[in-house]
């Protein structure tokens, strides 16, 4: 037979194939969308939480406390009025090297030449160079000649050729046009500042305020600034999982140690791509997601994966491609960040997630993620579990208390198996939101654990599960 006639098969085949049952309609990958202006419309955010979305994330670089107060009670009473519950995330925004204030935007050629300089020092000058002010007091003391600064998420590149008076001085290399108080990165350095600033404390008052259910810190280099948000946030009352915002070489090379610390992990492949060569970011994000499989904790997949969409009702077939390889990569969720927040179409976004999460997620059974050790002899039996659901097509229900049991299951990842999770403990029901294949169902256990069981079983007929 010709490949294409092979080809014209298969696709026959499989648009005219019965249902695979469960393996079929379930969906296991979560997804994250960020609130924004396009998202807070009613119609829309009825839309987003009733089509599937799992967690609601917010940005703290864009968001004043006012407008969170006001927008998580939206959110929650739209939950309510429709009967179906998101998390939610506080995304703090870190401390970050930026350009100075700029009263309208200069566009910069390649090999014109730049001078970067601390604000709080005197600006050096020279004919023909364009002096670039930075919040950054150590960039002369950390940059060398040879070095790399990166302007405006990679959009601008300089060579640092000499440190003098104070300054770096570079050639363009990337030219293009630089606008007022653009992000820098310093690819290779090891960045002088803290893991939270004044206003990131703020902001963590703010999520223990209004109850949020994870916090994503950015910029994690080391298991240190984990420990130190965690330290943070005991002091202030707020019992928040923390996700890990790996998007530096730093943060690349303690990954194990990051990924111990952490309650979960978010693949930023935003400042990641532009610190690291655009070439090594795939193996990059595989990296940080087998670290995450083998150290059973949940990761994230952000940035880019429909930025198409904010403009073009549909993707490109990059943006499906990439959407699909962090779900074979078996991705706890999905991120969707300007593509919902401003976006034109969130909606369509959101379902282009879900339709190339079923359509990817189908595997065969028999291979559970082996790089998750299980040393104890419930755990192994939760193994056990897993290869037996596989087997028969089936789904399997806990009831927990700590979350732990579900947990563990959707760290083996069984193909095609949904894990209904039954819990009494609200917090633990909203952080299972973001563990692959995890169905949390919030109820009340009775004394009777025949009773609870025979309930729980009518609430998952009543609702077609």
Partial sequence: ???????????????????????????????????????????????????????????????????????????????????????????????????????????????????????????????????????????????????????????????????????VWCRTEVGGKLGSRR??????????????????????????????????????????????????????????????????????????????????????RGDLGTELPPEILPKAQRTIGHACLAGGKPFIVATQLLESMIENPVPTRAEVTDISVAIEELADAVMLSGETSVGKFPVQCLDMLHRVAKETEFREGGILNEDLILTDPGSKLLRATAVLAEEVDGGIVVFTTTGLLPKLLSGLRPAGVPIYAFTDNPAVFRELMLHWGIEPFLTTFAKDAEETITTSFAQLIKQGW
């Fill in 1 to 167: 037979m010709k490949i294409a006639d092979q080809a014209t098969e298969t696709l026959h085949s499989l648009a005219t194939a019965p249902p695979l049952s469960m393996r079929d309609t379930y969906r296991h990958t979560k997804t994250v969308f960020t609130l924004g202006p396009a998202s807070l419309a009613p119609e829309k955010l009825s839309e987003l939480i009733r089509r599937g979305a799992d967690v609601c994330r917010i940005n703290m670089a864009h968001a004043s406390p006012e407008w969170v107060r006001e927008s998580v009670a939206l959110v929650r009473t739209t939950c309510t009025e429709i009967n179906r519950h998101v998390a939610f995330m506080m995304d703090v925004k870190g401390p970050e090297v930026r350009t100075g204030v700029r009263s309208e935007p200069i566009h910069l050629s390649a090999d014109d030449r730049v001078v970067f300089y601390d604000k709080d020092t005197p600006v050096p000058t020279a004919e023909g160079v364009l002096p670039i002010e930075v919040n950054y007091p150590w960039l002369h003391e950390d940059l060398k000649p040879g070095g790399t600064v990166v302007v405006d998420s990679g959009l601008l590149h300089f060579a640092v050729e000499k440190i003098e008076a104070g300054g």
């Fill in 183 to 268: 992000h820098i990165n310093l690819p290779g350095v090891h960045v002088r500042l803290p893991s939270l600033t004044d206003k990131d404390r703020g902001d963590l008052a703010l999520a223990a305020e209004v109850g949020f259910d994870f916090i994503a810190l950015s910029f994690v280099r080391d298991a240190a600034a984990v420990k130190g948000l965690r330290t943070e946030m005991d002091s202030i009352g707020l019992a928040a999982k923390i996700i890990s915002k790996v998007e530096n070489h730093e943060g690349m090379e303690n990954i194990v140690e990051i990924v111990d610390a952490s309650d979960a992990i978010m693949i930023a």
